[in-house]
């Protein structure tokens, strides 16, 4: 596949800079329906707030549900109280870095800005949100309550920027470019594939994959697979493995929250193989996907999973390659028009 392929790089921006921390995904959701709506069969929204649409394949004897899976949320803070001074507590929402969050900025849901400080030197913090505070100008306990309260949530800035080699900057692409990849996904399917697709786009992944957890009870699909980020490995950080951005879409291979399914992970490598798209083996030796959550729903499905390559990832700066969020739209279009038989696994 070639490199330079053209993205509607606009919607991608769009959802990358929209606020929507978990729980709070609604800002989210509404692009996600004006951009879907034309282009799908059916969709709902339950009471977790998870939007699902579908596609209905054509008759086939060997039809399967398949739901794919990307999650809305973003991480961020919750405050917990105010001090005296002015200065707002906080506790995570999701896994955030102290270091990274440290003298940037927050926004919270009202549209106030932040600067975060820490209590004491960076280094001391050991990770612990609870030694962070915001400043948002105010020198007094009651002259920040004007603008913000105890339990309110604010989200990382982070703008959208093109970098050299394809590759693009951003917050939040964990996971709103997995979101972005099933609309694109969505706007490709030509309504006549062998299996009913499900499009899920869940809630609070980032606090528990909560929202797959639901999710996949109502859909009860036979095939689960998770759409989201992975580390990279190129370049010196805390984690070891191969995973690099630039080199395709990463077919999971292995997930500590899930063992996916070797027929199906099997059955993606040659979809990629058959139709020229670029991928690599993802191993993920910490973390999870909503693909934990969809595994073990009802009786117990089958799952697999799909990432994009994320540097930097869980901080204001991600960084991606086009190239990578092309091969991810692709590969979800081919596997959906796969036709999968079990029974020659056994």
């Known amino acids: 596949m070639q490199k330079g392929i053209a993205m509607n790089t606009e919607l991608l921006k769009e959802l990358s800079q929209a606020w929507g921390i978990s729980g709070r995904e609604k800002n989210i959701r509404a692009i996600i329906k004006r951009e879907i709506q034309p282009y799908v069969d059916e969709y709902k929204v339950d009471a977790m707030g998870n939007l699902i649409a579908l596609i209905k394949g054509a008759d086939s004897a060997s039809k399967k549900k398949i739901m794919f899976s990307a999650h809305m949320d973003e991480i961020g803070f919750q405050v917990t109280h105010i001090e005296g001074d002015g200065r707002i507590k906080v506790c995570s929402v999701g896994w955030t870095w102290a270091a990274a969050a440290y003298n940037d900025r927050v926004i919270f849901q009202n549209g106030t800005v932040g600067v975060v400080g820490c209590d004491g030197p960076i280094e001391e913090a050991n990770n612990k949100a609870q030694q962070l505070y915001i400043d948002i100008g105010c020198d007094s306990k009651e002259e920040t309550m004007k603008h913000v309260l105890p339990g309110d949530y604010c989200c990382f800035t982070g703008e ?58 109502q859909v009860r699909p036979d095939i689960g697979v998770s759409i989201d980020v992975t580390p990279d490995h190129y370049y010196p950080c805390d984690l070891k493995g191969c995973n690099k951005v630039g080199a395709g879409v990463g077919v999971t291979f292995g997930n500590p929250s899930a063992m996916l399914d070797e027929y199906l992970v099997n059955e993606m490598v040659k979809t990629c193989c058959e139709n020229n798209i670029d991928y690599q083996r993802d191993i993920m030796d910490r973390g999870g996907t909503d693909a934990s959550s969809i595994n073990q729903s009802y009786y117990g499905v089958r799952v697999a999973g799909i990432s994009i390559v994320d540097r930097y990832p869980h901080s204001q700066c991600s960084v991606m390659s086009k190239h990578d969020i092309q091969c991810a739209v692709d590969l979800i279009d081919k596997y959906s028009a796969r036709e999968f038989n079990f029974e020659e696994d056994w």
Not at 172 to 192: C, F, Q, S, W
Not at 196 to 209: L, T
């Open 160 to 217: 959208y920027y093109e970098m050299l080699n394809d590759r693009i900057t951003a917050k939040t692409l964990d996971d709103r470019a997995g979101v972005y990849v099933m609309i694109e996904a969505i706007k490709n399917n030509p309504h006549t594939y062998p299996n009913d697709i499900y499009y899920v786009f869940s809630v609070q992944e980032e606090v528990g994959c909560r929202g797959a957890v639901v999710s996949a009870e």
